[in-house]
């Protein structure tokens, strides 16, 4: 087979099958000119100027571009997933169908939450029945006052909480003097008797160094309520110490018993009576919104 180069005519002899039907493009040596050669009686094409080059003409970039987008869309349009895609209108069965699957569904989602909301409803109801009754609770397991106090909520035996206890060094006419106040909170559903209180005065090691008894002024405290106490006691021991307040008695289901009847002349020990504890106390019902400072500073006493 005879190739001739169409720019210098230059002329070359090559294998037939070195051409393949489709043609093959290639390089004059001695021009290097290129062009697509097509073996003997292939059809040639004409470029747009007219000339028999063997060029098969390109179609512009745009036009290609063009043709592969709406070639595309087509294809997404037909499989329902382009822009332009339509939901098939369905039959009446069709959407009746339909709307009934819905409805069973949105059911079924519904059923599904009611448990949730009833488990939720239970838990708090059990959660606001424990804090009601949570002085009950913990006289019944008095491991619980500690779970209570975790969560901020006062829990003991007597249904009373004591707050907001000061303590304050003074000095008199007869020396030193140590004064010591708090508050009592009901934390119960119902009045309860209030005992009496046993003010000790401790070291950083939690020594007691000195502890009295005070009488808090009140019989009972209903619920809500609060009722304000204080002690002093002259002549306190010295050292950075502080305040610790408890109930002196357990929990009464009563009144305090009446005061030991005094015993008469003759059968009064004999020898010198022990000198009471020079301590004095007194408390007073919170009026509504009233309170005390809770400063928590140690007592020093001189």
């Not at 007597?158 to 303590?167: E, K, L, R």
């Not at 009901?186 to 160094?209: H, W």
């Not at 502890?211 to 002093?232: C, N, R, Y």
Request: aromatic share 4%; with cysteine.
């Amino acid at each position: 087979m005879q190739l001739t180069c169409p720019q210098c005519s230059a002329k070359y002899n090559v294998a037939d099958a070195a051409i393949p039907p489709s043609g093959r493009t290639v390089r004059c040596a001695a021009c290097g000119h290129s062009w697509l050669a097509r073996p003997a009686g292939a059809i040639h094409y004409a470029d747009k100027s007219g000339s028999d080059s063997g060029l098969r003409p390109r179609p512009a970039a745009s036009t290609a571009k063009a043709v592969d987008a709406a070639a595309k869309k087509g294809l997404l349009a037909k499989l329902g997933l382009g822009k332009r895609a339509q939901k098939p209108k369905l039959e009446p069965h069709e959407l009746a169908r339909k709307k009934a699957l819905d409805q069973i569904r949105n059911t079924h989602r519904l059923a599904a939450g009611i448990p949730w909301l009833l488990s939720l409803a239970v838990l708090g109801g059990v959660l606001g029945a424990a804090v009601m009754y949570r002085t009950d609770i913990v006289r019944a397991w008095p491991k619980a006052a500690t779970a209570f106090s975790l969560i901020g909520l006062p829990a003991n035996l007597y249904g009373v909480d004591i707050a907001n206890v000061t303590v304050t060094s003074t000095l008199d006419a007869k020396g030193p003097k140590v004064e010591v106040r708090g508050v009592l909170k009901s934390v119960s559903r119902t009045p309860e008797f209030i005992p009496y209180l046993k003010v000790a005065l401790v070291d950083a090691k939690g020594i007691e160094k000195l502890s009295w008894m005070v009488d808090p002024g009140i019989e009972t405290l209903q619920p809500g309520k609060s009722h304000a106490f204080m002690s002093a006691r002259s002549n306190p021991v010295r050292g950075n110490l502080k305040a610790v307040i408890m109930f002196a008695d357990p929990p009464r289901k009563g009144p305090k018993p009446p005061a030991a009847r005094a015993l008469p002349a003759a059968d009064k020990p004999h020898g010198k009576a022990p000198e009471p504890m020079p301590a004095e106390g007194a408390g007073h019902d919170l009026a509504p919104g009233e309170e005390i400072d809770n400063h928590g500073a140690p007592l020093t006493s001189r």
